[in-house]
């Protein structure tokens, strides 16, 4: 990695926490480290991160509801969880959270700085997209604003608060009103192919979404179910 990232570990397993220290700090990072929730969640909250490792089951708050709280805040945080939980529902729960990756104990060096570095290359390319994406035009649908310089999204003049996946699946419908995409497609193009099988996460985003956006959900204006195959934007405006 050509520039030193700063990391942020959450994880009450000390030797653990040593051990991912070693091989981080191999690769040029520098490392803040906390040993609960409660101190993890303060620091996470406090400083800039370039990632933070973040364990499930924590001593104070729980890694889930850590990952939850942070990403309460619109600025974006790639989080690479921890887990010795191995049942699919935790996966689950812990992309819908917010997770950006996912790693399940026992696992092994190498396979943990592959998931690091897998995430790093994420970003830079994310870095680049929205480069381009400042000279892209604000999208106005009726009352429905979307800012893609600002990441900002407003409804009635009032701004919205939503997820950084959250965002990035609007934007993506938004962006091509009219056209359908396939629960799939859209885990691929938010998400990344990584987490293929775990295409029920976009129906539980949608479903957020129309909760924010949506007057009535059960008639939806912006974000239409595409039968048989997934979901569009609305393009009769």
């Given at each position: ?10 994880e ?5 926490v040593?051990?991912?220290?070693i ?59 921890l ?14 959270t ?21 995430i ?17 035009a ?17 409804l ?82």
């Amino acid at each position: 990695m050509p520039e030193s990232k700063k990391i942020l570990i959450i994880e009450d397993d000390e030797d653990i926490v040593d051990l991912l220290s070693i091989h981080l700090k191999d690769l040029g990072c520098s490392i803040e480290k906390a040993f609960d929730g409660t101190t993890g969640l303060q620091k996470a909250l406090s400083a800039t991160f370039d990632l933070i490792i973040l364990d499930l089951m924590l001593p104070g708050i729980d890694g889930m509801e850590v990952c939850r709280r942070v990403r309460m805040k619109n600025e974006y945080v790639p989080i690479l969880m921890l887990t010795a939980k191995s049942e699919e529902i935790d996966k689950v729960l812990g992309l819908e959270t917010g997770a950006d990756d996912y790693l399940t104990k026992p696992f092994s060096v190498r396979e943990f700085i592959s998931r690091v570095k897998a995430i790093f290359r994420r970003v830079e390319a994310l870095t680049k997209t929205e480069k381009v994406i400042e000279t892209a035009a604000v999208l106005t649908f009726k009352n429905l604003i979307i800012d893609p310089a600002k990441r900002k999204i407003t409804l009635n003049g009032d701004r919205l608060s939503l997820t950084p996946k959250e965002y990035d699946l609007l934007y993506k419908l938004a962006s091509n009103p009219g056209r359908s995409y396939s629960r799939e497609e859209l885990l691929n193009l938010v998400w990344g192919y990584e987490f293929s099988g775990y295409e029920h996460t976009v129906n539980s985003h949608i479903n957020r979404l129309r909760s924010k956006i949506e007057t009535d959900i059960a008639n939806p204006e912006f974000i239409l179910t595409a039968w048989g195959i997934g979901y569009r934007f609305n393009d009769d405006f």
